[in-house]
């Protein structure tokens, strides 16, 4: 079993950046993926960018070149670093962690990008 804790969320004028963590209840050395989801009130949670337990990246069109996403395995703590936010960024942002064939997720951090 996986505990995810995420913070870091928060207002921020857009063109601006903020960085979410997930940190995690056991060593991330052993979860295969992590990664972002972000979901907007009435709408489908929507995936946002992954990594591996190897330090493969992908991203949603959209994000790439603005969102970097980065594990610290000495602090079991994943961060998606977001530059250049646009008010569309605005969302409930998940963290998610794919480990022994189950999904686990966090609760949630709310990242709005307003001026």
């Known amino acids: 079993q996986v505990q995810l804790v995420e913070s870091g969320g928060g207002l921020v004028q857009p063109g601006g950046a903020l960085r979410l963590s997930c940190t995690a209840s056991?060593?991330?050395?052993?979860?295969?993926?992590m990664g972002w989801y972000r979901q907007v009130p009435g709408e489908q949670r929507e995936w946002v960018a992954a990594?591996?337990?190897?330090?493969?990246?992908n991203y949603v069109e959209g994000v790439e070149g603005r969102f970097t996403i980065s594990r610290d395995n000495t602090k079991n703590t994943m961060f998606l670093q977001m530059n250049s936010l646009e008010p569309e960024d605005t969302a409930v942002y998940y963290c998610?962690?794919?480990?022994?064939?189950?999904?686990?997720w966090g609760q949630g951090t709310q990242v709005t990008v307003s001026s």
């Open positions: 056991r060593d991330i050395r052993s979860i295969k993926t």
């Open positions: 990594i591996t337990s190897g330090g493969s990246t």
């Open positions: 998610h962690a794919w480990y022994m064939s189950k999904m686990y």
